[in-house]
Nanobody, 123 residues
Framework: QAQLVESGGGLVQPGGSLRLSCAASGTTFDYWVTSWFRQAPGKEREGVSC????????YYADSVQGRFTISADTAKNMVYLQMNNLKPEDTAIYYC????????????????WGQGTQVTVSS
């Protein structure tokens, strides 16, 4: 049974940066496509970014393009989301999830989810 654990969330001022981490146990990221999702109160879950660790392919939602960077360290079995120039609208719970689906559409069923980490952007 695979498990994913996110960390790195917190409170940051607008314009600040955070790096989220997703650690896997019971599996390795190079087997999956890994995505970061977020959900703000009263809003639908939104796909933020995706990485196919086996070949380094990445994809970003328009809302974070140029500000967020997803990466994978297969030696450490970690996936990261570097978030720069954060805005109040980035406030949400961020989740990492993995799917066997090879596309980075961030749609459809995901096999495993983490418990989420809160990111709050506020002055």
């Amino acid at each position: 049974q695979a498990q994913l654990v996110e960390s790195g969330g917190g409170l940051v001022q607008p314009g600040g940066s955070l790096r989220l981490s997703c650690a896997a146990s019971g599996t390795t990221f190079d087997y999956w496509v890994t995505s970061w999702f977020r959900q703000a109160p009263g809003k639908e879950r939104e796909g933020v970014s995706c990485i196919r660790a086996s070949n380094g392919y990445t994809y970003y939602a328009d809302s974070v393009q140029g500000r967020f960077t997803i990466s994978a360290d297969t030696a450490k079995n970690m996936v990261y989301l570097q978030m720069n120039n954060l805005k109040p609208e980035d406030t949400a719970i961020y989740y990492c999830a993995v799917t066997i689906n090879p596309s980075c559409s961030m749609r459809g069923a995901y096999n495993y989810w983490g418990q989420g980490t809160q990111v709050t952007v506020s002055s």
